[in-house]
């Protein structure tokens, strides 16, 4: 896998929830960090995505912000 975003978290697959359109898909990176993201269904079914599959958490933003008590 080639891409161009720096920040490619691989982890398992701990949780999908389907809805009408999108998935919610949980992905364990370790050590008590887990990351959700929202994709289409198509996308879930295009993948092969499945409780207990390796996957990529992948970031590609141009800014990030940090906030703090």
Same mark, same amino acid.
Request: charged fraction near 20%; hydrophobic fraction near 50%.
């Given at each position: *896998?080639?891409? #161009? @975003?720096?920040?490619?978290?691989? +982890? &398992? %697959?701990?949780?999908? !929830?389907?809805?009408? %359109?999108? #998935? &919610?898909?949980? $992905?364990? /990176? +370790?050590?008590? %960090? $887990?990351? &959700?993201? *929202?994709? &289409?269904?198509?996308?879930? !079914? !295009? *993948?092969? /995505? !499945? $409780? +207990?599959?390796? =996957?990529? =958490? $992948?970031?590609? @933003? #141009?800014?990030? *912000? %940090?906030? @703090?008590?």
């Amino acid at each position: *896998m080639k891409i #161009s @975003a720096r920040n490619k978290l691989a +982890g &398992t %697959v701990v949780g999908i !929830e389907k809805d009408s %359109v999108n #998935s &919610t898909v949980q $992905i364990d /990176l +370790g050590g008590a %960090v $887990i990351v &959700t993201a *929202m994709i &289409t269904n198509a996308s879930v !079914e !295009e *993948m092969g /995505l !499945e $409780i +207990g599959k390796t =996957a990529y =958490a $992948i970031v590609k @933003a #141009s800014d990030v *912000m %940090v906030g @703090a008590d």
